[in-house]
């Protein structure tokens, strides 16, 4: 399994806007999760993009997977204030299922 | 809908005592995981079950042990605990097979003085 490194480390807009935040990772892959922490909670899966996909919606997220690039990218849009949260991608290989996370993105939405 | 649900949510220890985190999951999940999360980091992986009667290590496995009881139970055990080991400890559980990610607990968190 392998470490997927998030980009930039924190990231602030206001209500309304768009966020972007990037994953580089360095092997293959079969699938890239992303996840959500709000603060003092465990993680929340938001969504899963496999190795041949390119693209998926999940309501105002949208995620890109670029395996040439070995890249990621989340992007939520019109974010809202209870989008505060620190954001963490996931990359996934191999057999046991077995996830490593990086530092994640902390994303504050002001309002 | 319980999910995964971590005993105890808070926990004061002295270095040196030992105790058992404990977690369930009601998913019928296969694989589970324990993670530590330190201030501004992100999470660790200390050990975990791919499946019922396996486990194996994860980054930091150094001062615990698990026990996979059955499908549903894995626990985390401190067997002599240490001020290093004061963290948020979460558990894990997903389906490898499923599109569905991890599904967390809510965490334990942890204090050894």
């Known amino acids: 399994s392998q470490q997927g490194e998030e980009d930039p480390q924190a990231l602030s807009i206001q209500e309304g806007e768009n966020a972007t935040m990037n994953c580089s990772y360095k092997t293959s892959i079969n699938n890239l999760q992303w996840y959500r922490q709000n603060s003092g909670r465990g993680l929340v899966h938001l969504i899963l993009i496999r190795s041949n996909e390119r693209e998926k919606h999940s309501g105002r997220l949208r995620v890109t997977l670029d395996t040439s690039k070995k890249s990621s990218s989340l992007l939520i849009t019109a974010s809202r204030a209870a989008d505060t949260a620190s954001y963490f991608c996931a990359p996934g290989s191999g057999n046991t299922g077995k996830l490593i996370f990086g530092q994640g993105t902390t994303l504050q939405v002001k309002p | 809908n319980a999910g995964v649900t971590q005993t105890p949510k808070f926990q004061v220890l002295k270095t040196g005592q030992s105790m058992t985190l404990q977690c369930a999951q009601d998913?019928?999940?296969?694989?589970m995981y324990w993670y530590r999360q330190d201030p501004g980091m992100g999470l660790r992986l200390i050990y975990y079950?791919?499946?019922?009667?396996?486990?194996d290590k994860g980054e930091v496995p150094n001062g615990y042990n698990v026990s996979r009881l059955n499908k549903r139970e894995f626990s985390l055990r401190l067997e002599s605990a240490a001020p290093s080991q004061t963290s948020v400890y979460f558990c894990?559980?997903?389906?490898?097979?499923?599109?569905?990610?991890?599904?967390f607990g809510s965490g334990t968190r942890l204090t050894v003085v």
């Open positions: 894990a559980s997903s389906d490898q097979q499923g599109p569905y990610g991890y599904t």
């Open positions: 079950s791919a499946s019922e009667g396996t486990t």
């Open positions: 998913m019928n999940h296969n694989s």
